[in-house]
Nanobody, 118 residues
Framework: QVQPVESGGGLVQAGGSLRLSCAAS????????MGWFRQAPGKEREFVAQ???????SYADSVKGRFTISRDNAKNMVYLQMNSLKPEDTAVYYC????????????WGQGTQVTVSS
């Protein structure tokens, strides 16, 4: 199992940048696909980006070209570089690991708040 812990959220002006970090415990971290999700007030949690254990990435259309997900298996870390931030990016951002058994995102962090002011 892995237990993600997010950090790096904060308040930023529109057009600015933030980098979120996710530290994941567990000796088998490199075997897990990792993802970032977000939940804005009054909305459902939505997919943002994911990176497979081989390094393949995919993004939601709303962040494509602005956000970049990456991982460092030696450090058990996943990152989300967010550029050209917009007020609509304001949300709690969650890091998650996809279960090797269910192939679902079963392991979640506590979330980190990102607020983009206009």
């Amino acid at each position: 199992q892995v237990q993600p812990v997010e950090s790096g959220g904060g308040l930023v002006q529109a057009g600015g940048s933030l980098r979120l970090s996710c530290a994941a415990s567990g000796r088998t971290f490199s075997r897990y696909a990792m993802g970032w999700f977000r939940q804005a007030p009054g909305k459902e949690r939505e997919f943002v980006a994911q990176i497979t254990r081989s390094g393949m990435t995919s993004y939601a259309d709303s962040v494509k070209g602005r956000f970049t997900i990456s991982r460092d298996n030696a450090k058990n870390m996943v990152y989300l570089q967010m550029n050209s931030l917009k007020p609509e990016d304001t949300a709690v951002y969650y890091c998650a690991a996809r279960s090797l058994i269910t192939n679902l995102y079963d392991y979640w962090g506590q979330g980190t708040q990102v607020t983009v002011s206009s």
